[in-house]
């Protein structure tokens, strides 16, 4: 009796620390050619802590030079591959073509975290 007690206590006690956290969606975009990761307005609505973590310049940090190097880094860091945006324009054989990938990640934050990011978001224009 006294072991299913224990249990039960300890699965309240997960159950409340699980619902303290928010699962938010966030999203870039990677240029093909040059292997740069575009993080838009991430300096303005994440902490810190989020901005260290998320914000990796993979041309510096991982010497990335190519695009399938760089979606399989991304994809170890725990990003998805969501959509693929090309654009070829040009004139009589000119081409010039421009890839790129919009990629999304799946981070947890607690409540002043998220608080924050609402407050920081709500201010944004």
């Known amino acids: 009796m ?3 007690l224990v249990i039960l206590v300890f699965s309240f006690i997960s159950a409340k620390a699980l ?3 928010h699962t938010l969606t966030i999203y870039s975009y990677a240029n093909a050619t040059s292997c740069v990761v575009q993080y838009i307005n991430y ?3 994440y902490p810190d802590s989020i901005k260290s973590a998320v914000m990796i310049d993979y041309r510096k940090q991982y010497q990335v030079r190519n695009s399938n190097t760089l979606l399989l880094r991304m994809n170890l860091d725990g990003w998805k ?3 693929t945006v090309s654009d070829a324009s ?3 054989g000119n081409v010039n073509t421009f890839t790129q990938f919009l990629m999304s990640k799946e981070i947890s934050l607690d409540d002043a975290a998220m608080k924050l990011y609402i407050e920081r978001l ?4």
């Open 81 to 83: 591959l969501v959509a």
């Open 90 to 92: 040009g004139a009589f």
């Open 43 to 45: 300096d303005k609505l």
């Open 2 to 4: 006294k072991k299913y």
């Open 122 to 125: 709500n201010s944004l224009k």
């Open 19 to 21: 619902s303290q956290t």
